[in-house]
Every structure is written in C-alpha cells, then in structure tokens.
C-alpha cells in the first residue's frame, strides 16, 4: 500500500531564502508525482506534475525533482517571498490503482 | 471559467441528519473524485467516478453515497451523519485519470461540522 510523508509538517523562513520541501513515498510503481498549493480555506491549485519517466519539472521559481529509486521527491523554491505562504501537498499517483495518494503538507511561512 | 463548484462552502450540520454536497465542473471532464480532508492530514479518496452512470469507492466511502446521471455533476449524500464526518470535503475533476498524469483541478471546498 503506498504511503505519503511530507517532511517537515511545517516550515518558517525568513523572506529571501532558498528552500527544499521534501516528499517520499513507499512504493516506486508510481505513474507521477505532483505538487499541490493550498492556501488557507481554498482549494488545491496544481503547482508542477513530474511524469515517472522524467526527473525534474521547473515552473518560474519552483523545480520539482523526482527520483523513483530512492522513493523521493523535493519541491526547491528559489528566493522566496511572503506570497509563497501555504500549505504545499505532494501526491503520487499509483500505477496499480491509478489513484492519487496525498502526503500530509508542509505549511510554509515567509516571513517579510 | 468557474472550472469545478461546490456547494455549499460551510455546513453545520446535526447528529443523524443528511445532506448532499454539490459538486458540478464545466471543463467537460470524465472524471470525478470526492477527497475529504482532516486537519494536519492529506485528502483521502472518498469516492470516484469515471463517466456517467459509473462510480467507484475510494479509500474511505463508509458513510458516503454518490451518482453521477450527466458528465457535469457528482454530489456526495451523508445519510446519517456523525462527528467522524467532520471534514473539509473536496470535489475535483480531470480529463483522464488523475494518477496517471493528468492534471486534477480542485473545487474550493465545503467545510463540514457535525455537533
């Protein structure tokens, strides 16, 4: 059965930095793995989709890279900023039942 | 573009009673999911559909009834509800199946508390 961890839960830095989210899960047959921003009483909001056969996806400040071996992904946000503020989700989509399997969240704060 | 609705956004609801969650999307897309969503948890898979007339159980139906008579819509019936159902539910739909690389879209939510 696959499993989803997202590590840290939660996550404060000072405005400027560079970071890493991280996401890794149990099983390797994956079709994909995405990354999901939540922001506060709103829904999710697709940030990048990582195929199986690809190792990485960039969209503006955010690359997302996946490695299937190791059963491991990470979300880099370069230069952050206050409006990168929210709950970031991680997801990966089960070649077995081809359903998506949710990690818990990261919750990010940028502080100004 | 309203993309995928819910409705409604907040619902207070008694032990014992029911309610329909609506959900309708306008992107003419086949499949239909139903997430619920603790606090400091993932969304767990509720109930799916992959067309009219055909849906699945997810990973956390009990409790839970859904239908699907036209491609835009997929409401989610609480029967009898209890306090384990108090959630924020999402409904989000995709051109194809969702696991397989298709991007999701999310509808914004409806926060339920049973009392």
């Known amino acids: 059965k696959q499993e989803v961890t997202q590590i840290p839960a939660a996550l404060s830095v000072p405005e400027g930095e560079n970071l890493v989210l991280n996401c890794s899960f149990t099983d390797s047959a994956i079709y994909n793995l995405q990354w999901f921003r939540q922001d506060p009483g709103k829904g999710l909001t697709s940030l990048l989709l990582?195929?199986?056969?690809?190792r990485e996806q960039t969209s503006g400040r955010l690359n997302a890279s996946l490695d299937k071996s190791s059963g491991r992904s990470t979300l880099y946000i370069a230069a952050s900023q206050p409006g990168d503020s929210a709950t970031y989700l991680c997801a990966a989509g089960s070649s077995n039942t081809g359903k998506l399997i949710f990690g818990q969240g990261t919750t990010l704060q940028v502080k100004p | 573009n309203a993309g995928v609705t819910q409705t409604p956004k907040f619902r207070i609801l008694k032990i014992g009673q029911s309610m329909t969650l609506q959900c309708t999307q306008d992107?003419?897309?086949?499949?239909m999911y139903w997430y619920r969503q603790d606090p400091g948890m993932g969304l767990k898979l509720i109930y799916y559909?992959?067309?009219?007339?055909?849906?699945d159980k997810g990973e956390v139906p009990n409790g839970y009834n859904v239908s699907r008579s036209t491609t835009e819509d997929f409401p989610l019936r609480l029967e009898l509800a209890a306090p384990s159902q108090t959630s924020v539910y999402f409904c989000a739909s995709s051109y194809s199946f969702v696991g397989v690389g298709t991007e999701a879209f999310f509808g914004q939510g409806t926060r339920l508390t049973v009392v």
């Open positions: 992107m003419n897309h086949n499949y």
């Open positions: 990582i195929q199986s056969s690809q």
């Open positions: 559909s992959v067309g009219a007339g055909i849906t």
